[in-house]
């Protein structure tokens, strides 16, 4: 169990998350890029799928401190999500230091590399059980080549992470439920997709909310075009009876 410590920032300053003069040159992974798309995927699904509960916070790549006496005791994981947490100081903080939150991220993924793939499954795997992270989840882009399985989940069971049961589900892809999130975790074409069984229907991504979005306001625009071109035609047709009218009455008289 991670308590709070009494350990605070001192007044109008921000504590400071790692000293960058005691780590070495920081270089971007080589295979940084063939994650990217994936935990972006994620991230953002997540995202929006919690984005009215205040009390949320779901981010990616970014820094969790669970060491108060060495700041640079740290990792960055994937994708993770806190519940029952105040996301405005976290974000103020620049980073998420356990023992200023109170509680460690409750559901933890990370997505499978060359460069990454052997640390995922043995030291972070032990951290994370350690600080009580409740779920750790690993997603094998690849199909099976860095985890030996294209998806796994675990969850926390007095200290010790026992294996998440997997099955097919109705689209033929392998599911695992998140009962931390209320959320299925598949994989569906070397992608991963979150299936919200309240509703029956699987996660947008945000290029998929963006597709959507750019879909409608088409959509919308050939309405307005064709909307315009009809009053177009009404306005002519009025302006052509009225003129009829004037020679009829030009006529007659």
Not at 171 to 181: E, F, I, K, N, T
Request: with cysteine; net charge negative.
């Amino acid at each position: 169990m991670v308590t709070k410590s009494t350990v605070r920032a001192r007044p109008g300053t921000r504590y400071p998350v790692v000293d960058p003069a005691s780590l070495p040159a920081l270089e971007p992974l080589p295979d940084g890029l063939y994650q990217s798309t994936h935990f972006l995927d994620a991230v953002s699904m997540l995202k929006a799928h919690f984005g009215s509960a205040p009390d949320v916070l779901v981010e990616g790549n970014t820094i969790v401190c669970y060491n108060p006496n060495n700041l640079n005791d740290r990792v960055l994981p994937d994708c993770y999500v806190a519940f029952g947490v105040d996301p405005d100081p976290i974000y103020a903080q620049n980073g998420y230091l356990i023992w200023e939150v109170g509680k460690p991220p409750d559901f933890v993924l990370e997505i499978g590399s060359v460069s990454t793939a052997r640390r995922d499954m043995t030291f972070k795997r032990d951290l994370y059980a350690r600080i009580g992270v409740r779920e750790y989840w690993r997603f094998d882009p690849s199909g099976g080549e860095f985890y030996g399985r294209p998806l796994a989940g675990e969850r926390l069971v007095d200290g010790i992470y026992a294996p998440i049961a997997l099955s097919e589900n109705d689209d033929g892809m392998q599911c695992g439920y998140s009962p931390v999130l209320g959320l299925s975790l598949c994989v569906g074409d070397d992608r991963l997709l979150l299936h919200d069984p309240m509703t029956g229907e699987y996660l947008r991504t945000l290029s998929e909310a963006l597709a959507e979005t750019r879909e409608a306001e088409a959509g919308l625009s050939q309405e307005r075009i064709g909307r315009l071109e009809a009053e177009a035609r009404a306005r002519e047709a009025e302006t052509r009876a009225r003129e009829l009218e004037e020679e009829l009455r030009r006529l007659r008289s």
